[in-house]
């Protein structure tokens, strides 16, 4: 989700914390899907391959999908907006290349040990700077697969490509368990 100026797109958020925001339902998204990645770096574009599968279902006004791409730091008011945060992205666990990942919060860490792309640095600070402020989301949860390469120019590899699905799938499911179904779109 960008604006034209390339930056991602946020929505006004209250300095009063978490409580005042989420209380006051004015500003706060309840479940911010967010697809980290950059397209031109091979396994490292799943989060959008992810997204557009999941655009294919309606979902109400809470439930957000954003494809944060590659801005770090600048992720940053989105997130702190959002009470659930389901992160999409190539997960370097040391596994076999297109196994499925999945992490909660507790397990969130993980997600940044071994970076694909520098674009996961940059979501490191975002958490841990909601954390300091006392604006992490309340639910978090990370859905993605091991990547084969994530080289330039390259697109995702086999494997990757055909674990697309099942990290929609799993996305589709914890939303379920956050207790937001989405309608599969007519003609999808």
Known sequence: ???????????ESTPAGRESATTAGETSIEVLVLALGNPLMGDDGLGAAVL?????WRWG??????????????????VEEANRLLVIDAIDVGAKPGTLVTLDGAELPRLLERAVSPHQVGLSDVLELARLRGMLPLSL????????????????S???????????????????????????????
């Open 52 to 56: 557009e599968r999941l655009a294919a």
């Open 61 to 78: 006004s809470e439930v957000v999908m954003a494809d944060g791409e590659t801005w770090g730091l600048k992720l940053l008011p989105l």
């Open 1 to 11: 989700m960008s604006t034209s100026e390339g930056a991602p797109a946020t929505r």
């Open 158 to 188: 086999a494997v990757v490509a055909s674990a697309v699905d099942s990290v929609a799938t799993a996305a589709l499911r914890q939303l379920a368990a956050w207790g937001y179904a989405g309608r599969e779109r007519e003609g999808s």
């Open 141 to 156: 949860a990370a859905i993605g697969v091991q990547p084969e390469q994530a080289e330039f120019g390259h697109p995702l």
